[in-house]
């Protein structure tokens, strides 16, 4: 596709349910990056994949965090049991290469994730 | 390993006022450097970049220039408008295995 695309854009939960955020990059970006913003908060780096390498998960939080990346392209957050501290904005990011190179990252608009 | 360092916000100006966001860095080598702009309820969206020493990145009215001597990539605009009220993130591309670094971001809110 042309950009980056999230869905949903919105998530209401139930505390203790568990959700999944769908990310689906630019069409040949073989890098793909999940990064979370608390309310008024920087970004967060939650996992990179890259091509069909193995994840770099070191940015999850806890165990309750996971992601997959179907294919080389579609990704999935999934977060199990949720809690209210999950709520946040998660964006997704795609590039050519990890480090960005000269182009840097596309950004989606993000799932707004509200835990009540 | 690579940081950025951003002035803390929020900013606040009114419009037509002249615009400085401080960005500085470290790291290893020769990175590019970059600013993304969120305005509200968005994502991040690239406003800017530099990739060597002394190049200028322009973009919407907004400047910077890469300052190898002092490590710096300060964002300026010379009359700035409501419209540009967002948070500001400095990033750095250092080129390696890593991915890109981003500061904390910047808030910056305009009045008419």
């Known amino acids: 596709g042309a950009g980056v695309s999230q869905s949903p854009s919105n998530k209401v939960t139930e505390k203790g349910k568990d959700v999944e955020l769908r990310c689906d990059p630019i069409s040949g970006h073989t890098a793909l990056y999940w990064y979370r913003q608390s309310l008024g908060q920087g970004l967060e780096f939650l996992i990179y994949?890259?091509?069909?390498?193995?994840?770099?998960k070191s940015g999850l939080p806890s165990d309750r965090f996971s992601a997959e990346r179907t294919g080389g392209s579609v990704s999935t957050l999934t977060i199990q049991r949720t809690q209210q501290e999950d709520s946040a904005v998660y964006l997704c990011?795609?590039?050519?290469?990890?480090?960005?190179?000269?182009?840097?990252?596309?950004f989606g608009s993000g799932t707004r994730l509200t835990v009540v | 390993g690579d940081s950025v360092t951003q002035m803390e916000g929020p900013v606040t100006l009114s419009e037509e006022a002249f615009l400085t966001i401080n960005c500085t860095y470290t790291?290893?080598?020769?990175?590019?450097l970059f600013w993304y702009v969120q305005y509200p309820g968005e994502g991040l969206q690239l406003l800017l970049k530099?990739?060597?020493?002394?190049d200028k990145g322009s973009n919407k009215g907004f400047e910077a220039t890469y300052r190898k001597e002092t490590t710096s990539f300060h964002l300026e605009k010379g009359s700035v408008q409501v419209s540009d009220s967002a948070v500001y993130f400095c990033a750095l591309s250092g080129g390696g295995a890593d991915g890109l670094t981003f500061g904390k971001g910047t808030h910056l809110i305009i009045q008419p």
């Open positions: 994949f890259q091509g069909n390498s193995a994840p770099d």
């Open positions: 530099a990739t060597k020493a002394d």
């Open positions: 790291a290893t080598g020769y990175p590019s």
């Open positions: 990011a795609s590039s050519f290469m990890r480090a960005g190179g000269t182009y840097g990252y596309t």
